[in-house]
């Protein structure tokens, strides 16, 4: 079956740090994989995505390189700012049900 | 222009009670969606649909029941409701063709149950 397994949180980083959430996957098929940020008090919005293997998702500063090897989907950013503190969540779609699977997000507070 | 509306944004009512949340997106979207998120963010799916297919998360108690008018509505009815009920519920509608596309999502709909 399909499922998302994220990093647990909440994760608390300085300003400028460096950040790491972790993902991995299971899936049947050849799934595609995104990432998507929740801020407070609101919907989730995409954040990045990757289609096929070996493709790297980017925006706003992060990427997550999709790596069929290891089934892994690691969200990165080399500094981050206060304004990123959010819930990430991790997810897959089974592109041949149209279905979407989510991790169970992980909270990052960033601190000045 | 909103993609994904939701309304009503926030819902106060006792257990027992009857309700809706409607759902609309204006994205031409082929399915739609709608999720419980808990109090630990844990985004929970509730049920697909399509014109053609509805998917129903086993776990949800027949008491929920997705209608839909038309493709570009999906609203949610809740029957008997129950304190843990309480939740944000989101709506999300996506294409079905295609391997990038992504899910677009309403901005919530805080229901909380007395």
């Known amino acids: 079956g399909n499922s998302v397994t994220q990093m647990e949180g909440p994760v608390t980083l300085s300003e400028e740090a460096f950040l790491t959430i972790n993902c991995t996957y299971t899936a049947t098929g050849y799934p595609s994989l995104f990432w998507y940020v929740q801020y407070p008090g609101e919907g989730l919005q995409l954040l990045l995505k990757a289609t096929k293997a070996d493709d790297k998702g980017s925006n706003k500063g992060f990427e997550a390189t999709y790596r069929k090897e290891t089934t892994s989907f690691h969200l990165e950013k080399g500094s981050v700012q206060v304004s990123d503190s959010a819930v990430y969540f991790c997810a897959l779609r089974d592109v041949r049900r149209n279905q979407f699977y989510f991790g169970t997000g992980t909270s990052l507070t960033v601190i000045p | 222009d909103t993609a994904v509306s939701q309304t009503p944004k926030y819902l106060v009512t006792q257990m027992g009670n009857d309700k809706s949340i409607k759902c609309e997106q204006n994205l031409g979207h082929d399915t739609m969606y709608w999720y419980k998120q808990d109090s630990k963010k844990f985004l929970k799916i509730m049920f697909s649909?399509?014109?053609?297919?509805?998917?129903i998360n086993e776990t949800v108690p027949n008491r929920f029941s997705p209608k839909s008018p038309d493709k570009a509505h999906l609203n949610l009815h809740i029957n008997s409701l129950e304190l843990g009920d309480s939740a944000v519920y989101f709506c999300a509608s996506s294409q079905d063709l295609g391997f990038s596309y992504e899910q677009y999502f309403g901005p919530g709909t805080r229901l909380t149950v007395t």
């Open positions: 649909y399509n014109n053609k297919e509805l998917i």
